[in-house]
């Protein structure tokens, strides 16, 4: 079954303690995408890569780091939470060319106290 | 920047229609979508309109696109409590997705 995963789907955790969200998909797209989910604001791009070993910020990078060694795999990095970063990450897999759909996958519920 | 616009909540009566509208500036977007979050779950995308279409229907779906106003809409036809999410529009403009805010949809009873 096609489908992109996140772990951990919750997480509470306190501030300055690093910490990593996976992400993996298995449709073998090129183009990932870290999105953070907050009210009255949708749904707000952190960081992308368009393929192994390329990415770049989104709108709002502060704070976080990704990195893409595999295809398959997108982790999102928080070296040093911070309360501001409590929130609702999305992760993407772009099937590229055409219409460009995004596959999202379940979401982490982060909390940082 | 490139921005998404929408209402932010619609409450309709079930079987009545709900109508969802957009604005967005970036007049290059090839494609616009709507996408469809149910509660404590991931995006799923609904429908989606490339920019040289006026209109796409799809089942109980409609899309309406005006181009020149920037204006994209999403009618539901028959809504029922199934419907009640929060939709999404977005465009895709200079390599990316720009997402508006969401519309709660309330179907009541």
């Known amino acids: 079954e096609a489908q992109v995963t996140q772990n951990p789907r919750y997480l509470i955790t306190v501030t300055g303690k690093k910490l990593t969200v996976t992400c993996s998909q298995n449709?073998?797209?090129?183009?990932m995408s870290w999105y953070r989910q907050d009210p009255g604001l949708g749904l707000r791009q952190i960081y992308y890569?368009?393929?192994?070993?390329?990415?770049d910020k989104g709108d709002v990078p502060e704070g976080y780091k990704v990195s893409r060694k595999e295809k398959r795999n997108f982790p999102l990095i928080l070296e040093s939470p911070s309360p501001n970063q409590t929130s609702l990450y999305f992760c993407a897999s772009i099937k590229a060319g055409g219409t460009d759909t995004q596959y999202f996958g379940p979401g982490t519920r982060l909390t940082v106290l | 920047g490139e921005d998404v616009e929408q209402s932010l909540f619609l409450s309709v009566r079930e079987g009545d229609s709900s109508v969802i509208n957009c604005t967005y500036t970036d007049s290059s977007s090839t494609y616009l979508y709507w996408y469809k979050q149910e509660p404590g779950a991931g995006l799923q995308l609904l429908t989606y309109i490339f920019s040289n279409m006026d209109m796409k229907q799809d089942q109980r779906l409609t899309v309406l696109l005006n181009k020149k106003d920037k204006h994209l809409s999403l009618r539901i036809a028959d809504t029922q409590t199934g419907d009640s999410a929060i939709y999404f529009c977005a465009a895709r403009g200079a390599g990316k997705l720009i997402f508006g805010q969401g519309t709660t949809l309330q179907v009541k009873p």
């Open positions: 890569s368009m393929n192994v070993e390329v990415t």
């Open positions: 449709m073998n797209h090129e183009y």
